[in-house]
């Protein structure tokens, strides 16, 4: 798999190469919600210590999401065909809130190392470059620390999309749509400081 691909974007290789003392502050959060249904990108960046921050915020649904395997860093991922895009002008107290709410969800604390990313499941990523440090961290549902988050409340209600945010519904087995999610089923791995390896499982080798 290409190094300019979706896994390189979602751990937020990006971000972690330009990320160095007196770099402005950005964070990357993405939902996970079924990758062949949804997913949801909050790109927020805060080029002024001294003011708010720019929220851009890029839904895929369906028929979207086969464009991600030429995902070639945000400025690829974030054209304007590509999803549904808003983008939201926080002030300096909202993005105090978002920090403050990331920290209480977990992101200083250590990443649940070994934990799998399944892409036919709900999970959040989070990866940034805060105060000039790499900060990165992932929450998978059916997890306490998933069941506590409160990010997620935080940035849907900032989302200015209009597109419905995907609640999750078990699938019959044979179905279409769970054939569906098989075939674009893959797992990442959760490492110490971002995502370790590259897509396993499923389906991968044909439709990443």
Request: a neutral charge; hydrophobic letters at 40%.
């Amino acid at each position: 798999m290409r190094k300019t691909s979706w896994y390189s974007f979602l751990n937020g290789d990006d971000l972690r190469a330009s990320c160095m003392a007196g770099a402005p502050d950005r964070m990357r959060l993405v939902f996970n919600a079924v990758y062949s249904e949804q997913v949801r990108v909050y790109d927020v960046a805060r080029p002024d210590s001294a003011k708010g921050a720019t929220l851009s915020a890029q839904v895929f649904g369906e028929g979207d999401l086969l464009e991600l395997r030429h995902v070639t860093g945000v400025d690829s991922l974030l054209d304007p065909w590509r999803g549904r895009k808003a983008v939201t002008e926080l002030t300096a107290d909202q993005w105090a809130t978002l920090l403050a709410t990331l920290r209480q969800d977990g992101l200083d604390q250590p990443p649940p190392q070994g934990m799998e990313l399944d892409s036919t499941d709900f999970y959040w990523v989070a990866t940034g470059c805060l105060g000039g440090k790499t900060v990165f961290n992932a929450w998978q549902r059916r997890s306490p620390r998933y069941e506590a988050l409160k990010v997620d409340d935080l940035l849907f209600a900032w989302d200015a999309t209009g597109v419905p945010v995907a609640r999750w519904q078990a699938v019959q087995r044979g179905s279409f749509e769970a054939m569906r999610r098989e075939q674009f089923r893959f797992a990442l791995r959760v490492g110490p400081t971002g995502l370790i390896d590259g897509p396993a499982l499923g389906g991968l080798g044909q439709g990443f």
